[in-house]
């Protein structure tokens, strides 16, 4: 059994930064693709940035030079830093890797970006 928790997440001023993590437990032999996506209010979930396993990533045109992934394959753990911070920003954001081939997510995480 595979179970991805997530942490992180909370109130923020606009301008400000946030750092989630995610980290997988149970029976990992192997962790392919990390992401991170989120989900605003009465919108569908979008995809904000991926890193594989040579640390090579990508992201959303919403995020780019503001958000960082990264990875920690000793932990098996993921993170975004999310720096300069808007209010359109605010969602709930959710993790995914692809361990030994099947996908999981996380349980999610609000982060809230107001003033």
């Known amino acids: 059994q595979v179970q991805l928790v997530e942490s992180g997440g909370g109130l923020v001023q606009p301008g400000g930064s946030l ?28 995809w904000v940035a991926f890193i594989n396993t040579g640390g090579s990533t990508n992201y959303a045109n919403s995020v780019k030079g503001r958000f960082t992934i990264s990875r920690d394959n000793a932990k098996n753990s993921v993170y975004l830093q999310m720096n300069s911070l808007k209010p359109e920003d605010t969602a709930v954001y959710y993790c995914k890797m692809n361990i030994q081939f099947s996908d999981y997510w996380g349980q999610g995480t609000q982060v809230t970006v107001s003033s």
């Open 19 to 46: 750092r989630l993590s995610c980290a997988a437990s149970g029976s990992i032999f192997a962790i392919y693709g990390m992401e991170w996506y989120r989900q605003a209010p009465g919108k569908q979930r979008e």
